[in-house]
């Protein structure tokens, strides 16, 4: 399976500012996601970061707010915009291989917006 | 809307016995399905997937999936206290996009 590491792994922001989230991968994956945890929650799907090309939104995320970015095969970051207390929760990048469809997810950032 | 479906519990089982964790998905061309372990403040964790109809066997878990039911479920034998955990059924939608949707999860706890 894909080694996969997030930075910062904890974060405490004030509102009104941003953060950005950075996912490594220790191999080349065909798909990279974001995904948000809230408290108590299950995971709900932000965004399909694409490689050379703008990220896939689900319903209720847009660009301005988490804008992403996937320069290659290995690499992508989540921005939270202009944070309020409500964007308080764990982002999980997750990834699938190149040979199969299995799914692993990074460690997660939580992320504390005060 | 695609849904998965699973009981919140806690499921709550003596150390030893033979926990049953179930799921039903509605979206009929979904292929691929996969179990994640969840504890409490960290990642999800793979554990299991399957993509026929029947059981699959990996040590003490066994997933078991019937398509025309739309239902699958994980069997944990011999279940430990650690295995107490959150554990999330996660479908991948058969639309093009291939995301993995997935269900709230099940608390097992798992008794000494």
């Known amino acids: 399976s894909a080694v996969i590491s997030q930075k910062p792994s904890r974060d405490i922001c004030q509102r009104g500012t941003s953060l950005t989230i950075q996912c490594q991968v220790d191999?080349?994956?065909?798909?990279m996601f974001w995904y948000r945890q809230q408290p108590g929650q299950s995971l709900t799907l932000i965004a399909t970061?694409?490689?050379?090309?703008?990220?896939?939104?689900e319903s209720g995320f847009v660009i301005d707010k988490f804008p992403i970015s996937r320069p290659n095969l290995t690499f992508s970051t989540l921005t939270v915009s202009n944070m309020s207390p409500e964007d308080s929760s764990i982002y999980l990048c997750?990834?699938?291989?190149?040979?199969?469809?299995?799914?692993?997810f990074g460690p997660g950032t939580r992320l504390t917006v005060l | 809307q695609k849904e998965v479906e699973q009981n919140s519990g806690p499921l709550s089982v003596p150390e030893g016995a033979i926990a049953s964790l179930n799921c039903t998905y509605s979206?009929?061309?979904?292929?691929?399905f996969f179990w994640y372990r969840q504890y409490s403040g960290k990642s999800p964790e793979l554990i299991m997937f399957?993509?026929?109809?029947g059981d699959k066997e990996d040590g003490r878990f066994t997933a078991q999936l019937n398509k025309a039911s739309q239902y699958v479920s994980l069997l944990i034998r011999d279940s430990q206290p650690s295995d107490s955990a959150t554990y999330l059924c996660?479908?991948?939608?058969?639309?093009?996009?291939?995301?993995?949707?997935f269900g709230k999860g099940t608390k097992l706890s798992v008794k000494p």
């Open positions: 996660a479908v991948r939608d058969g639309g093009s996009q291939g995301n993995l949707i």
């Open positions: 997750s990834v699938v291989g190149t040979t199969t469809d299995t799914q692993y």
């Open positions: 191999s080349q994956v065909t798909m």
């Open positions: 979206d009929r061309g979904s292929q691929s």
């Open positions: 399957i993509y026929s109809n």
């Open positions: 970061a694409n490689q050379g090309s703008e990220a896939t939104y």
